[in-house]
């Protein structure tokens, strides 16, 4: 069965430090997406992505950045973590033109 | 600025009543809605969907309306059941830009 996958599912993480949150998809889908949900906010997008070496800022980018080599990856990077990105991260696909996401399981990330 | 708001953080019903989701946005570019359905640890997952088109798109116990005059959108959960117990996000997306928002989440509890 086609599916999306995140990893880790909880990450702790030092202040500064690099940290890298791995999302993959079989559904073939040339639309990827993150998103951070924070109590109140809901999900605010980070970044999204509509096909290989194609990368856009979403509504909450500063901090993040992503790169898109092949259909199925979509890492997400934090370049040095702050505190204000403790959350919960959620990566999504969908395919091209839909604008039905499918949604991965979540990674939970704190940072001290 | 929240473009989609759901101004009901909370919301609690007996098992077999009716639950009413509601959700407003502000946005006229919006063109297509969502609800989506989270369980803890788990992801979002697609509910039901309406297209600006419609006023209305049933789909079992799940109904949406949607009133574009008002800028608001309602899901209806009839009965509801205790499995029912969830977060609900309302998505709201332009084609024009592939602008999806969500709003912050409603937490529904279904009492048996």
């Known amino acids: 069965d086609a599916e999306i996958t995140q990893s880790p599912r909880h990450k702790i993480t030092e202040t500064g430090r690099q940290v890298t949150l791995a999302c993959h998809q079989t559904?073939?889908?040339?639309?990827m997406f993150w998103y951070r949900q924070d109590l109140g906010h809901g999900l605010r997008l980070i970044h999204y992505?509509?096909?290989?070496?194609?990368?856009n800022k979403g509504e909450v980018s500063d901090g993040y950045s992503v790169s898109r080599s092949n259909t199925e990856d979509l890492p997400l990077t934090l370049e040095s973590a702050a505190s204000s990105q403790t959350s919960v991260y959620f990566c999504a696909s969908s395919r091209q033109g839909g604008s039905e996401q499918f949604f991965g399981p979540g990674t939970r990330l704190t940072v001290l | 600025d929240q473009q989609v708001k759901q101004n009901s953080p909370s919301l609690s019903v007996q098992e077999g009543r009716i639950s009413i989701l509601n959700c407003d946005y502000t946005n006229s570019m919006f063109d297509y809605f969502l609800w989506y359905k989270k369980y803890p640890a788990e992801g979002p997952t697609f509910l039901i969907s309406i297209s600006s088109i419609k006023d209305k798109n049933e789909d079992g116990r799940f109904t949406v309306f949607l009133n574009k005059s008002a800028k608001h959108l309602s899901l209806h959960i009839v009965p509801s059941q205790p499995g029912d117990s969830a977060v609900y996000f309302c998505?709201?997306?332009?084609?024009?830009?592939?602008?999806?928002?969500f709003g912050a989440g409603t937490r529904l509890t279904v009492k048996p």
């Open positions: 559904w073939n889908h040339n639309n």
């Open positions: 998505a709201a997306f332009a084609p024009a830009n592939n602008d999806m928002r």
């Open positions: 992505s509509y096909g290989v070496q194609d990368t």
